[in-house]
């Protein structure tokens, strides 16, 4: 933590600007209250009534995290974090119209228009009242894309949290602890969804589906709900525990629970749900030109239980994404609940409470800050909220209020002995927008008041507001472009086969079934049946294709890579005649755990085989994959120089670019650190000699005052003697008395120049603290959409393909509603 003793508007190199110091009696006291963004990595809390504040202060500190390139995720229970996008540089009446409440203004006797003009007015005057520049309001914006997230509606951006339900990554599933806590939270959200209150240890309904997605997600498969549907009905395992399943929840019960799930997913009012952007950390925390987002997920307009669904599951996607990251100090993302009220209470557990709990706990390891704001300090778990290092505190209500704060702040920070007497009686009469900032980092609580923010406070907006707001957001090119491509992948794959596999479709298309009778293969070549998750009742057909595994592994110092894959493709069936085309075929999302080699009972097989289909050919077949594999699968990583990084295998350009800006923000903090160690010895050096000024000041002028003073005295004792007839003062007292008035002058000149002396330390302590500004200043850390990002290119050496496996597979297909053939494995 620092502060500033002039009124300039502070511009410190990783410190977040969040108001001025505020005299006991309100006034401000000019000095501003920076805070260290890497103070947030032990995380913070706010705490204050309604009209305290908390929107504002919340408000400001988003901002700055966003102008030092820090990604936020901010989950908006009330609706007020959608004001974020809202920053205007030059903030007029027509540029906030749209967002003033029409009701509000015709209370006020006023047009929309003309609340807007004045409003307007009031933003542009408070702004430059607090040094706060177009300039700056147009850095914040370029510095940050802001996207209003609407779970379950199409107002602003869709989020589709059924995403979760896939796989997370070998970090996750290879930790049992992780995994499991995962799974439980994933299992709470859904099952609150359907009303369901379920017991992680004696529900049947939560015992199975946790049990289905462990055993899913340990195998590295993804799900979607409409694929654990079927699963509920039959698993693909005998038994939950020691119990067999039918013990546990026998098949009525589990048709019956299938049905719920599978109304839930029918409903039209849960089809937003599977829409839009799917929930990933990476789409939350960084847009594709590298630049941080500032993510308000805003949940205002769902019920309790969809509510606690969403943010159950947002935040056990940031766990994930937490897990596969690499230890920092420095502040890498932001995570802020703007209302914690009913997410962390004290007794009960709500499915929310252990996500939050374990980012309270661990996040600060991996560089991940956690904010909570609230207005009802009663509804906290003040155990939990003992691994926060820094609290604000505004106006409260009530005395028990006050109270219950103060006993959560002195168990946060009982090392410290926390005055609560004291405190209790500052927090008694704090005025709005006051707040008593007490942290670990600081030697003592400050009052501050919160500066003016540069985003418009409009107040929750409305869905047509939103919907205006995210309009022609660039999110929405993203999302057309990646169905765009989808569907181009499934038009060249799924939507139109080639060879026997059109022909198949195209057989059933004219309404011929498929035969349920199989052609038989040569005994040397094997076969292999991929599983449907198709949805009960679908018409499934199975097709033969060419299918190829292998394992590729890349082993280099220079630049450091060892990594490992399994590539399953497969390809058009015409072998023989002509070399397979491997690179017109196509990856298909499964292991070599999927595939059996006995024949599902009952279904549809459409195409037909090539004659020459022999072990022969399918040994031609696999060299040529080999050969396909060695020229077009490098491994392909992104490159920093400056920091020297490498990207990750899979690694997206807006992840890598992340992790790059993230790397340049160490760099700026340890130089930062030895600046102020190179800087400490000398700053005390001065301060001492500072110190050594004021005291010789202090002596001076207490000499001169008591030099004076005797000078007076003897000039009036005399003075007055003569004047009541007494004897006339001797020569030798009147030269007395002019030698003591000469020593006064003299003190009087030691005094000036003792304050001359006083007045060089100091020009010589703000020089040194201006140089350290300004060489600080220099450390500023570029954005990741400002880094130059190369690439470099990795080829499979010949021992890099471990071959396994040629052979026939029936891959299955359905037809959807638009008639297109799509796969269902």
Do not use: C
Request: charged share 25%; aromatic share 4%.
């Amino acid at each position: 933590m620092a502060s500033m003793s002039d009124s300039s508007l502070p511009e410190r190199v990783g410190e977040f600007f969040l108001g001025r110091e505020a005299g006991s009696d309100g006034d401000d006291a000019q000095r501003p209250v920076l805070l260290d963004a890497a103070d947030l990595t032990t995380h913070a809390v706010i705490i204050g009534m309604t009209g305290s504040g908390k929107t504002g202060l919340g408000v400001g500190l988003l901002e700055e995290a966003a102008l030092d390139g820090i990604p936020v995720v901010a989950i908006d229970p009330k609706g007020d974090l959608t004001n974020l996008a809202l920053a205007f540089p030059e903030p007029s009446g027509a540029d906030l119209e749209p967002w003033v409440d029409p009701v509000a203004a015709q209370r006020s006797g006023t047009t929309p228009a003309q609340t807007a003009e004045a409003t307007a007015a009031t933003w542009r005057e408070g702004l430059a009242s607090w040094g706060q520049t177009p300039e700056r309001v147009r850095r914040l914006n370029a510095a940050r894309q802001v996207v209003v997230f609407t779970p379950g509606s199409t107002a602003g951006q869709p989020l589709n949290v059924l995403r979760s339900l896939a796989a997370p990554g070998a970090a996750i599933r290879n930790d049992p602890e992780a995994l499991a806590e995962r799974v439980q939270g994933t299992v709470d959200g859904l099952l609150g969804l359907t009303g369901e209150a379920a017991d992680p240890l004696t529900s049947p309904e939560h015992l199975l589906l946790s049990t289905l997605l462990a055993h899913q997600w340990r195998a590295g498969r993804d799900l979607t709900l409409g694929e654990l549907i079927p699963l509920v009905q039959s698993p693909p395992f005998d038994r939950i525990g020691v119990l067999g399943v039918d013990a546990v929840l026998p098949a009525r019960d589990r048709a019956a629970f299938a049905r719920k799930l599978n109304a839930l997913v029918a409903a039209p009012s849960f089809a937003p749900w599977l829409q839009g952007t799917p929930l990933a950390a990476e789409a939350l925390l960084t847009a594709p030109d590298g630049r941080p987002r500032t993510s308000v997920i805003t949940t205002a307009h769902l019920s309790d239980a969809e509510r606690m669904f969403a943010t159950t599951l947002v935040l056990n996607e940031m766990i994930a994404w937490m897990r596969g990251q690499s230890g920092t100090g420095t502040l890498r993302a932001l995570i802020y609940l703007d209302e914690v009220f009913g997410y962390l209470p004290p007794t009960a557990n709500p499915p929310s409470k252990t996500p939050l709990l374990t980012l309270l706990k661990q996040a600060r390891a991996f560089g991940i800050g956690v904010v909570l704001s609230t207005q009802n300090p009663v509804d906290l778990d003040y155990k939990a909220l003992s691994n926060a290092g820094t609290w604000f505190l505004g106006r409260l209500q009530t005395e028990q209020d006050r109270d219950r704060v103060l006993s959560g702040l002195s168990r946060a920070d009982s090392s410290a002995g926390v005055d609560t007497r004291e405190l209790g009686q500052r927090l008694a009469g704090l005025d709005k927008r006051t707040f008593l900032l007490h942290s670990v980092h600081e030697r003592a609580p400050r009052l501050m008041r919160t500066r003016w923010v540069m985003s418009y406070l409009a107040g929750p907006l409305a869905r047509p507001q939103i919907e205006r707001l995210m309009a022609d957001h660039p999110i929405r090119n993203e999302a057309a472009e990646a169905r765009a491509t989808a569907g181009g992948a499934a038009a060249a794959g799924a939507t139109a086969p080639r060879g026997a596999e059109a022909a198949a479709v195209g057989t059933s298309a004219a309404g011929a079934p498929a035969s349920s009778r199989r052609p038989v293969l040569p005994p040397d070549v094997p076969e292999f049946f991929a599983p449907s998750r198709a949805a009960e009742g679908a018409s499934t057909t199975w097709l033969p294709h060419l299918l190829a595994a292998a394992g590729l592994s890349w082993s280099r110092k220079r630049p450091p890579v060892e990594h490992h894959e399994t590539v399953i493709r497969i390809a058009d069936p015409q072998v023989g005649a002509a070399p397979v085309d491997w690179a017109a075929g196509r990856d298909v999302p499964l292991s070599l755990d999927d595939l059996h080699d006995v024949a599902p009972a009952g279904v549809a097989f459409g195409g037909d085989l090539p004659a020459d289909l022999s072990a022969g050919a399918l040994k031609d077949a696999q060299k040529a994959f080999v050969r396909w594999l060695r020229a077009e699968r490098p491994l392909r990583l992104f490159t920093h120089e400056p920091t020297d990084l490498v990207g990750r295998p899979d690694e997206s350009e807006a992840a890598f670019r992340e992790r790059a800006a993230l790397r340049e923000r160490e760099r700026r903090d340890e130089e930062k650190a030895r600046l102020r160690e190179r800087y400490a010895s000398k700053v005390r050096t001065v301060e001492n000699r500072v110190a050594r000024a004021e005291a010789a000041v202090a002596q001076q002028q207490a000499q001169s005052r008591q030099r004076q003073l005797d000078t007076v005295v003897r000039v009036g004792s005399a003075l007055l003697s003569g004047f009541l007839g007494g004897k006339a003062p001797s020569s030798s007292k009147i030269g007395t008395t002019l030698r003591s008035a000469g020593r006064v002058r003299k003190e009087a000149s030691d005094v000036a120049e003792a304050r001359k002396t006083l007045e060089r330390a100091e020009t010589e302590l703000q020089e040194l603290s201006g140089e350290l500004e300004r060489e600080m200043d220099a450390l500023r850390a570029p954005l990741g959409s400002e880094l130059e990002i190369g690439t470099v290119e990795i080829r499979l050496p010949a021992s890099g393909v471990a071959p396994h496996l040629v052979a026939v597979a029936w891959l299955p297909f359905v037809r959807d509603p638009e008639g297109a053939w799509r796969p269902a494995y």
